[in-house]
């Protein structure tokens, strides 16, 4: 299958996903990660209909920002303070993990005459090789956010679950969700987005609230 028919397949497990539990299709946004792709991948992806996109290296993420400008660029890895002036163009920002990174966003927002969306990233899984708050962490680090860093929007939480098959990693992702609907409630705020899963999960993760699941190799795959 080529690129368009990836894609068509991938919004029909998300369409039956979503209905599966109880959900509308229009509550889940597709990002396409485009980390193993071609440039002609990505201009194909997008011809195709999907302009959201999202990188998680910075110097191509630079580059393909400036090579896809009508594209909406999420910026989804881990994210190194001294990278942090390279922010701009990004629509939204995945992986805020640590109060450092925070102020340094906030500096940069202000400088910028922006408010900088963000999503603040949970480990909930307990890995090592993870980034991402404890669950425990996350209520101080929100509050935190939300009283000094006026330039940064919380949008939400993003986690990665465990390489397991889905079900093994159904538990992460509803803690995940649970942990979002309680903050909203302890925070007096209303969040947007739960973004998790990816190509492996994602389905099992809409199936626990996702509102924005990452998919990459599903998109680009060449299995005739």
Known sequence: MGIRENLASVQARIREAALRSGRAESEIRLLGVTKYASDDEVRELMAAGLLLLGENRMQSARRRVELFPEA??????????????YC???????????????EALNARAERWGKRQDVLIQVNVSGEQTKSGLTPEEVPGFARRVLLECPQLQVRGLMTMAPLAPPEEVRPVFRETRLLY??????????????????????????????????????LFAKEE
């Open 88 to 102: 701009r163009p990004f629509a939204l920002i995945h992986s805020l993990d640590r109060w450092p990174l925070a």
């Open 72 to 85: 909406e660029w999420h910026f989804i890895g881990s994210l190194q303070t001294n990278k942090v002036r």
């Open 181 to 218: 609907d309680r903050l909203q409630k302890e925070l007096g705020v209303q969040w947007d987005t739960l973004s998790m899963g990816m190509t492996n999960d994602f389905e099992v993760a809409i199936e626990e609230g996702a509102t924005l699941v990452r998919i990459g190799s599903a």
